[in-house]
């Protein structure tokens, strides 16, 4: 059996362009872990003393000074703590304009309707803006959930070997990777600015806005007003955790045929009148003027929304 070169050489070069990019991915990963990492250490290398690294940490994620959030829009403060992007109000303010502008200039342009700069306006500066952000809280309330037990079983390992709580909880924020380690470490900066445990956990559960790390700070602030082993208490609490979190992937993987039977009604029918207007422009070209045709056709979103939303309350289950 004859072996033909060229394919040895074209495999050879398939094998090399393969390993070249699961190296590549290796490096951005780690580079990308590394920096995450380092975030909160960068920020203290920036700043002098314990106090001027919690007002700016405060401050980055959107916090006043003193900790707390803006009451004129309190969503809109909560969705931008609970993201844990860097805030900058400049720089999110030019985004945001420059994401409005392009939005108005590429609806006007689609439809030639002076009515879409207002509309693609809207749309750039005000939902995309928000659906970015919701989509990064949800990201990282996902994260926060996979590495609590990782950081509660650090804590407790820490004060197994007899080091005091605020360096067990200061470990955990120099240790581990985003977004558990930054918050842990602005817990123990808090503690060493001044505040006790059962504040300085408080505020984290505030900030992460997710269940797990309220039980977490209902745990804490339990053992500080009774008393008992912390040590046992965290054990439980990330056996918890651990549970809960099984819960939910087996609720996910129990709705997934809902999922995705709400995916395919969905996408079908724009699918259909995709094709249809691909395959023959003019097939709706007599008719789609007519106001019936417009109102049947406002009517069937309504319906695929309303039926959207009747799928998500189905499926939608919380721990």
Request: glycine letters at 10%.
């Amino acid at each position: 059996m004859e072996i033909d070169a060229k394919l040895i050489v074209m495999v050879m070069i398939g094998a090399a362009v393969f390993a070249g990019v699961q190296g590549l991915v290796g490096v951005l990963s780690v580079a990308t872990q590394k920096r995450q990492v380092n975030r909160r250490l960068k920020v203290g290398e920036k700043v002098e003393g314990i106090s001027a690294l919690v007002v700016e940490l405060r401050k980055q994620r959107g916090l006043t000074a003193a900790g707390g959030r803006s009451e004129r829009l309190r969503w809109l403060s909560d969705m931008i703590v609970a993201s844990g992007l860097p805030y900058d109000q400049r720089k999110w303010l030019t985004y945001i304009g420059l994401a409005a502008a392009i939005g108005a200039v590429g609806v006007f342009f689609l439809l030639k309707n002076p009515l879409g700069l207002l509309g693609g306006a809207v749309l750039g500066g005000v939902i995309v803006p928000l659906g970015v952000l919701k989509w990064k809280a949800k990201q990282r309330a996902t994260a926060l959930g996979f590495q609590l037990p990782q950081a509660l079983d650090i804590i407790v390992r820490s004060l197994e070997a007899g080091h005091p709580v605020p360096a067990a909880v200061a470990l955990v924020g120099r240790e581990m990777s985003d977004p558990i380690g930054t918050e842990f470490g602005m817990s123990a900066d808090e503690i060493a600015y001044g505040a006790t445990l059962e504040q300085a956990v408080e505020r984290m559960a505030e900030r992460c806005q997710h269940p797990d790390v309220d039980l977490f700070a209902a745990t804490v602030r339990l053992q500080e007003r009774t008393g008992g082993n912390l040590t046992g208490l965290l054990k439980l609490n990330a056996n918890t955790v651990r549970e809960r979190h099984k819960m939910r992937l087996k609720i996910k993987a129990a709705s997934s045929e809902g999922r995705a039977s709400a995916m395919i009604l969905t996408a079908a029918p724009f699918l259909a009148i995709g094709m249809i207007v691909l395959i023959s422009p003019k097939f709706y070209g007599d008719v789609i003027d007519e106001p019936m045709v417009k109102y049947g056709l406002a009517g069937l979103g309504f319906w695929i929304f309303l039926g959207n939303m009747i799928m998500r309350r189905m499926i939608d289950m919380r721990l």
